[in-house]
């Protein structure tokens, strides 16, 4: 609320200062004796806004400056916004909060550029800026009817002001803060995110086609290979024959090092690919046992859906029942037999039909709230049963999606590929690695070991009477086709390297996509939840619209009841994109167009109070109006009167809300339990405040 008004050479004020309270104030005085000036000294000090010409014209006639200050309480805090502004134009500003004796400066000036903006401090602290609370809360001179004529989308835009609907909008930013940690955490945790995937599967493609060109090279190098080795093992003969027996003990002991080294990395390699196998079998264990539950759970989830439904049709039924019985009960209320005589047409009735027997509607008001409350815990109960079953198929649904990503179909293959690991194992348990181990053993891994130990066994052959003198004859050539024969080795080593590697970085890109491909289900998950939930125009804000629409349509009747005009109720829908007003008589729909002057005053006024008592949960808690009687006869003035005077009620309220009137009618307060009233006029030092 505001508690202070200070004013210095401000417009017609020289030197004014107010003291204000919870509840009603109202400012009385002629025209011209600076009450208006109320309104543009709490604009100009809190959003630099105010309804003259030029900021200039703010600085009272004869003075060098002038400055508006304005003390408020928000939460239990107070704070003081002060604006300044000299005859050269130059503005100051200063926003604090006061703290006991002290002022501690929250935002000074409109440095915007620099990211300092006062107006934008004091907007997120009161919740609204000046365009919403001057609609909401700020009623000018002569603009009473500006909320009945605001654009349908201007009007809507309001009521989210009010209810903080913009909040929604600060949540989901947060969602996307949320989604990009996410990604954030996943591309810590395998190198990538869900945006990778077509990076990665090209990236697959790249690997696969690779490795198919790659293995027509090995073929041809190996077939090179396979003639050049047969040459060398025709000189080979020859050596052994002729060459020194030390040499061919040599190539005997490089033979046997090779087969070991072969040995050891084709080892290396049947134990990646069971490492590989064993967590592939950890993966899929148990999973088909959860995924055959699948459909069965999919389908106990479609029939309490459906019980869901049917259960809160019933209870739509049953409120819209007790809405009725509701209306029915303020009508039985007032017809009330007096003298056994009808208060309508003051005839002779006996006793009254039990439709307008207050006590006989309220046992059906109980017997409709005890039927809701129990159709509300059977609603509960499904919902929880919905929830048990959604987990299940989830997990269900997991265990689907980890076969499917191991591509195993069912648990035979499972069982086979256990089977082939624990030959394997087997295997390598039984190959002797050591220098002095069984060869013919270790030659058994694949053929080419097989080679490898054909040629030990015939250099072993060989030693046998070994020749150095034919020995020394072949060695050069020997040693020739060697490396030859070692270069093409080194080439088929290189190639079914690549090759490996290649399928190893296939088997991690293929891991990757698969996760990636849940991760993305979840971000799309993700991305309807703030669609949903978190955007303006979703589920939640329209329920919540709808809830703010029905409270301020029930508070504007019961204020319009009192203006004693032929509107009986006021009724505010939400459109697509608006929010329209409809007027109801007893008996018909008014169109806004059809209603008088005075009638739309009284419409706009109701509105504006039902508005109120809505913004009597927001930040300022704050409603000004300026000459609120423009345009109404004596006899609505006086239930005006009789309206304003009960808005203390609001301001005892656990939320206290604050009512500055403004008017030049002092008479029609003269006889109201509004206490708080200043008195405005006009003098020559300027305008003149008395407290009355």
Known sequence: MITSIELGD??????????????????????????????????????????????KSLIKRGSNQGFAKIGFSINGKQYEAVRKIDSKGNLSA???????????????????QFGESMTREIEKTIGLDFEKL???????????????????????ELINAIIGIDKLDVASESMKIVNKEFREKIRDKIGYDDTDIEKLSQE????????????????????????????????????????????????????????????????????????????????????????????????KIQKVEQIIEDTLKKIQELTNQAASLKEKQLLASKLQLKDNKCPVCDSHVEKLNPLFQEEHLKEEMKLLKEEIISKEKERDLYNQKR?????????????????????????????????????????????????????????????HAKIIFEN???????????????????????????????????????????????????NIIQSAISELKIVKEYVTSLDEIQMKIFSRDG????????????????????????????????????????????????NEVLELES??????????????????????????????????????????????????????NISNSETPMQFLIITHDAEIFEDSTVERIYKFESSEEGSKVTAL
Not at 135 to 156: C, H, M, R, Y
Request: with cysteine; net charge neutral; aromatic share 4%.
């Open 10 to 55: 401000f417009l017609a004020h020289s030197d004014t200062k107010l003291e204000l309270e919870n509840g009603v104030t109202v400012f009385v005085g002629e025209n011209g004796a600076g009450k208006s000036s109320m309104i543009d000294a709490i604009t100009f000090a809190l959003f630099g806004k105010h309804t003259r010409k030029s900021n």
């Open 94 to 112: 200063k926003f604090s909060e006061i703290i006991g004796d002290d002022r501690i400066e929250l935002a000074a000036g409109e440095r915007k």
């Open 134 to 156: 001057k609609i909401a809360s700020i009623v000018q001179q002569g603009e009473l009817n500006a909320i009945i004529n605001a654009k349908p989308k201007e009007f809507k």
């Open 204 to 299: 697959l493609e790249i690997y696969q086609k690779e490795i198919k060109e790659a293995k027509p090279e090995k073929n041809q190098l190996e077939s090179k290979q396979e003639k050049l080795r047969n040459e060398v093992d025709e000189l080979r003969k020859k050596v052994e024959t002729e060459g020194p027996k030390i040499d061919k003990i040599n190539q005997l002991e490089l033979r046997k090092k090779e087969l070991l080294e072969y040995a050891k990395e084709a080892i290396r390699e049947m134990q990646h690919e069971i490492n590989e196998n064993e967590s592939k079998i950890r993966d899929c264990k148990g999973c088909f046992e959860h995924a055959s539950l699948k459909e069965d759970l999919e389908s």
């Open 387 to 447: 929830k048990e079953f959604s987990e299940k198929l989830q997990h269900a649904r997991d265990a689907e999606a980890t076969l499917r990503a191991h591509s195993i179909n069912n648990k035979e293959e499972l069982m086979k590929i256990q089977e082939n690991v624990e030959a394997k194992r087997q295997n390598i348990q039984k190959i002797p690695l050591s220098s002095n181990g069984n060869l013919l053993e270790i030659s058994q891994i694949d053929s």
């Open 456 to 506: 030990i066994s015939k250099l072993e052959m060989a030693t046998r009477g070994f020749n150095e003198h034919e020995f020394t004859n072949l060695k050069k050539l020997v040693n020739e086709k060697q490396m030859n024969l070692s270069e093409i080795d080194q080439r088929i080593g290189a190639i079914s390297e690549k090759i490996s590697k290649g399928e190893k970085q296939i």
């Open 539 to 586: 589920p939640v804000a329209t329920s919540l619209r709808s809830w703010a629409l029905n409270t301020i349509s029930a508070k504007a009747s019961e204020y319009l009841s009192l203006l004693n005009t032929k509107i009986q109720r006021i009724l505010l829908s939400e459109k697509t994109r608006d929010v329209s007003i409809t007027c109801y008589s007893k």
């Open 595 to 648: 209603l008088s002057g005075g009638e739309k005053v009284s419409v706009a006024l109701a509105l504006r109070l039902g508005m109120a008592s809505l913004l009597g949960t927001s930040n300022l808690n704050l409603m000004i109006l300026d000459e609120p009687t423009t345009h109404l006869d004596a006899e609505r003035k006086k239930s005006l009167v009789g309206v304003l005077s009960q808005l203390s």
